[in-house]
C-alpha cells in the first residue's frame, strides 16, 4: 500500500548503504512507543464484532522515544530537475541552485551539482528528535519536532542554531544536533529508504537480472520492497526467500524520508493513536468472548486470561499453527496462508481488521522503539515480509513455501518496523 510519506523519487544508483546508529543523544530514552515516519490514515473494510485500525502515524507520548527505521539505500549519482523539484516538495522548501548564472551551471558535472545540492540540507543527527522553536533561543516556544535522520532545508544561521523548513514546521533547530553543509552530504545519500513499490498483480522475483532466470519467489501488488541495489532495468530487492531481481517495468522506486512533525500534528496523531488502541482492546475482549474453539485449532479465547496481555494471547493463539503450510496469497490458519495472511487472519479472531499486504503493514497501530522494547504479539515488518513477535527475541511467520509457518529468531533478517496494536 502506498504511503503518503515524504518520497523522492530518484534515477539513480550504485552501491547500497546500511544505516548505523549515530552517537549523539538530545533526550534519554524511556518511553518505549517511539516515532519512524509520517504516515497517511488509511482505513479497512471491517467484518462482525471488529475494529478497523487506521495506519497511524509513529507514537511518542513524551519527550523521550528513539528512531527505530532501519534498512538500505542506495546513493544518489546524478541530480535532475525532477530530483530537486522532488526533493523541494519532500522539504517543503525552495532549495536554490549555487550557480550564478547558467554558463556556470552548465560546466558543473552531475556529482558536483548533487554536491552542491545536499549542502542546502539540513539532517537531524540526534538519538530521538530535537525540538523546533519560533525563536533561536531555548526560550523559544516549541512549534515541532525534527526527529533523527529526518531532513529539511536550511535557510540561515543564527548564534549557533539553524533556521530550517521541513514539511509544514518552520524554525530553528540547535546545530550542535544538525548537519548542514559539506557534513551534510555524504549523509544525505544515507537517511533514505531506497523502496520499490509493486504495481503489477503478482511480481516474479528472479535470482538473476533477466527474464531466463529463475523465480524464486512471488510479491502482490502494492506491497513494498527495499532496494539493495539498482541495474539497468533491473532492481535487486529482499524478500523472504532470499535477495532476488525484479523488472523496473512493474515497481515504481522512490525514497522515503522522515520530515518533522508540528506540536499540532503531534498531539492529532496521539489522540488518533489512543483511540485506536482502545477500540482495538474493546474489540479483543468482545470477540473473544464469544470465540468457540474448532476441530482443528483453540479458539483465542482460551488464551485470554486475567493476568495476561492481550498481546501475549495473540502471541500464544498463533504458535499453535507452527507447521502448517504456507500457501502465496492464503488467509487459512490450517490450510495456508502467505505471511500478511497469517498476520491478518490470527489479529482476526481477536476483532481486529488489518490489510492483506506486507507493506501496509508498517503503518498500523503504533511504532515501538526496535526489537529490543517489543513486546508478544507486536508486528514485526520486513522487506517483503512480516511476523508476529512471541517473545524471547523469536518471532512466529508463514515463512516460504518450502517451510510453511514456523518459528525464527526476529533478527534473522533486517528490522524495517516493529508495531503495537493492543
Not at 548533487?114 to 539532517?123: A, C, H, N, T
Not at 498481546?311 to 500464544?316: D, K, L, Y
Not at 502465496?328 to 502467505?338: E, I, K, P, Q, V
Not at 511504532?367 to 529490543?372: H, I, R
Request: aromatic share 6%; proline share 2%.
Amino acid at each position: 500500500m502506498r504511503k503518503a510519506t515524504m518520497q523522492l523519487m530518484a534515477y539513480t544508483v550504485t552501491a547500497a548503504i546500511t544505516f548505523s546508529s549515530l552517537s549523539i543523544n538530545a533526550f534519554a530514552a524511556t518511553n518505549k512507543i517511539s516515532s519512524v515516519m509520517p504516515q497517511a490514515g488509511i482505513s479497512y473494510a471491517l467484518g462482525d464484532n471488529q475494529v478497523s485500525l487506521s495506519s497511524l502515524q509513529q507514537s511518542t507520548d513524551s519527550n523521550d522515544s528513539k528512531n527505530t527505521v532501519t534498512g538500505v539505500t542506495p546513493g544518489a549519482s546524478v541530480i535532475t530537475d525532477n530530483i530537486l523539484a522532488d526533493i523541494q516538495s519532500a522539504t517543503g522548501a525552495v532549495i536554490k541552485k549555487s550557480a550564478s548564472n547558467a554558463a556556470e551551471a552548465a560546466s558543473k558535472t552531475p556529482e558536483e551539482d548533487e554536491e552542491e545540492l545536499f549542502k542546502s540540507l539540513v539532517i537531524a543527527q540526534v538519538t530521538n528528535y530535537v525540538n523546533v522553536r519560533d525563536l533561536p533561543s531555548e526560550d523559544g516556544e516549541i512549534v515541532g519536532k525534527l526527529y533523527d535522520k529526518s531532513v529539511g532545508t536550511y535557510i540561515e544561521e543564527q548564534d549557533g542554531w539553524y533556521k530550517i523548513k521541513s514539511g509544514s514546521v518552520e524554525g530553528y533547530v540547535k546545530g550542535e544536533f544538525c548537519v548542514t553543509g559539506d557534513d551534510a552530504v555524504e549523509l544525505a545519500k544515507k537517511v533514505g529508504t531506497r523502496i520499490a513499490t509493486v504495481t503489477t498483480t503478482t511480481l516474479k522475483v528472479r535470482n538473476g537480472a533477466g527474464l531466463d532466470a529463475e523465480v524464486i519467489g512471488l510479491v502482490p501488488i502494492e506491497d513494498e520492497l527495499v532496494v539493495e541495489e539498482e541495474l539497468d532495468g533491473w532492481v535487486k530487492v529482499s524478500i523472504e526467500e532470499g535477495d532476488g531481481y525484479v523488472s523496473t517495468d512493474y515497481v515504481t522506486l522512490s525514497t522515503e524520508f522522515v520530515k518533522a512533525e508540528s506540536k499540532a500534528e503531534e498531539e492529532a496523531r496521539l489522540a488518533k493513536e489512543r483511540a485506536a488502541r482502545e477500540a482495538a482492546n474493546k474489540a479483543a475482549k468482545s470477540s473473544t468472548s464469544k470465540s468457540s474453539s474448532s476441530s482443528s485449532y483453540n479458539a483465542a479465547s482460551s488464551y485470554t486470561t486475567a493476568t495476561s496481555s492481550i498481546g501475549s494471547a495473540v502471541a500464544q493463539f498463533a504458535l499453535q499453527f507452527v507447521g502448517n503450510p504456507y500457501v502465496y496469497g492464503g488467509t487459512s490458519l490450517t490450510n495456508g496462508a502467505d505471511c500478511s495472511g497469517f498476520v491478518m487472519s490470527v489479529y482476526n479472531n481477536f476483532g481486529v481488521s488489518l490489510p492483506h499486504s506486507s507493506g501496509a503493514d508498517r503503518s498500523v497501530g503504533a511504532a515501538v522503539d526496535g526489537l529490543a522494547n517489543a513486546q508478544p504479539g507486536d508486528i514485526v515488518c520486513y522487506s517483503g515480509h512480516v511476523a508476529i513477535y512471541i517473545g524471547g527475541g523469536q518471532i512466529v511467520h508463514a515463512s516460504t513455501a518450502k517451510t510453511g509457518i514456523k518459528v525464527s529468531n526476529a533478527d534473522y533478517r533486517t528490522v524495517l518496523a516493529v508495531r503495537r496494536i493492543f
